[in-house]
């Protein structure tokens, strides 16, 4: 059973135009989710998180929403652009703790 | 921040054979945690690792096929037992964030691609 899903395995987006990456989660006892991005032969590197007592996270051009009552966030990033092409991961944990659950992933591709 | 080394890079090992990969963590951290990310599938928690205790597992996978030594705060091995094709994939290190601001972010080593023929 897949706690964590992003049901997107891929996404084309303009250059300088949005790109909105989702994830959907059904333990509603996660309470701090994470992004990653991961390039290939690359480790997963970490982008932008949000706690379940935000709704809204901002970090430069990267912003993560999070809608607990449909158990959904949502990575903004705008304006897209060539380097942000790669797969993205969502994760989740509860409890304060380090164990995270992560999605399948998506892969952005930015054209220009 | 956390700088994290893993060794090999990448394998190409026989079936039935044995591979240990290392992680050599810059800073001393108290868990260090072992993922797998199979093709086309998510990174998978493997188990965590805290020195001075045994490896604690999750659910489908076993001390005996993926043996983990945590000898000190900036070291762990991860042991792939007996290797069959469905262990293909990428094992990948990771810490906790080693700071004092407990941010909940986990660092990645750069992974080790696994190939069992």
């Known amino acids: 059973d897949q706690q964590v899903k992003q049901n997107s395995p891929s996404l084309s987006v303009q250059e300088g135009r949005i790109s909105i990456l989702n994830c959907d989660y059904t333990?509603?006892?996660?309470?701090?989710f994470l992004w990653y991005k991961k390039y290939p032969a690359e480790g997963p590197t970490f982008l932008i998180s949000?706690?379940?007592?935000?709704d809204k996270n901002e970090d430069g051009r990267f912003t993560v929403f999070l809608n607990k009552s449909a158990k959904h966030l949502s990575l903004h990033i705008v304006p897209s652009q060539p380097g942000d092409s790669a797969v993205y991961f969502c994760?989740?944990?509860?409890?304060?703790?380090?164990?995270?659950?992560f999605g399948t992933g998506t892969r952005l591709k930015v054209l220009a | 921040s956390a700088v994290i080394s893993q060794k090999p890079s990448r394998d190409i090992c026989q079936r039935g054979t044995s591979l240990t990969i290392q992680c050599q963590v810059d800073?001393?951290?108290?868990?260090m945690f072992w993922y797998r990310q199979q093709p086309g599938q998510s990174l998978t928690l493997i188990a965590t690792?805290?020195?001075?205790?045994?490896?604690?597992?999750e659910s489908g996978f076993v001390i005996d096929k993926f043996p983990i030594s945590r000898p000190n705060l900036t070291f762990s091995t991860l042991t792939v037992s007996n290797m069959s094709p469905e262990d293909s994939s990428i094992y990948l290190c990771?810490?906790?964030?080693?700071?004092?601001?407990?941010?909940?972010?986990?660092?990645f080593g750069e992974g080790s691609r696994l190939t069992v023929l």
């Open positions: 990771s810490v906790e964030d080693p700071g004092d601001a407990n941010t909940g972010e986990l660092f």
């Open positions: 690792a805290n020195q001075g205790s045994e490896a604690t597992y």
């Open positions: 333990n509603s006892m996660f309470d701090y």
């Open positions: 800073s001393q951290v108290t868990m």
């Open positions: 994760a989740a944990s509860d409890g304060g703790t380090y164990k995270y659950i």
């Open positions: 949000i706690s379940s007592i935000k």
